[in-house]
């Protein structure tokens, strides 16, 4: 028996089966592995798609080869846009657009720019928050600013998993982002 989750298997299933837990794999092991299946598969993967089908799996290598799948059944040359097209997922480009806007724009301009890219890529308000959260990571924010927006992006995921409406949750990210901006002033 293989899952994911333990916690989905009966407590009595449970205390009869010993459980092994695996790591990610290191994207060396998965790259390499996904040019030798896009290989075999006559697949041609353009310059840093692979290195992008790797972040977005996370060290899984289901997930490689499921959006590979995906992604060949459209293109048999596949460029790095279409594979975030494809997965559903925001692209740097798209993370760094609404990073930019939730940081220097005005509420209402922010929340025009993440709502048209949210409707027009099909995005999950859910990838946009771990995205954003982790913009705000690799920024040079201050402490307190970052356990601030860390701690605000954390209420508004936990919020979305209990089925929130998206728009609220939407305008409460860009809150935060103008009330961090009261901090740094």
Do not use: W
Request: net charge neutral.
């Amino acid at each position: 028996m293989i899952c994911n989750y333990v916690s989905k298997i009966i407590p009595a299933l449970q205390s009869r089966c010993t459980r092994f837990r695996f790591g990610p794999l290191d994207d060396i092991s998965v790259l390499s592995k996904l040019n030798e299946v896009a290989k075999a598969e006559e697949l041609v993967l353009e310059k840093g798609a692979d290195k992008a089908i790797v972040s977005l799996s996370g060290g899984d290598m289901r997930k490689v080869l499921n959006i590979l799948e995906s992604c060949s059944l459209a293109y048999k040359t596949i460029p790095v846009d279409k594979i975030f097209e494809v997965t559903g997922r925001p692209s740097p480009a798209d993370v760094k657009l609404i990073f930019d806007a939730v940081s220097n724009k005005s509420f209402n301009e922010a929340n025009n720019t993440v709502l048209e890219l949210k409707l027009a890529k099909s995005l999950s308000v859910d990838d946009i928050v771990r995205e954003v959260h982790s913009q705000v990571m690799a920024t040079n924010m201050t402490d307190e600013m970052k356990m601030f927006l860390v701690n605000r992006l954390s209420e508004i995921e936990y919020r979305l998993a209990q089925g929130s409406n998206e728009r609220v949750q939407i305008a409460s990210v860009i809150g935060a982002f103008m009330e961090v901006r009261t901090i740094r002033a």
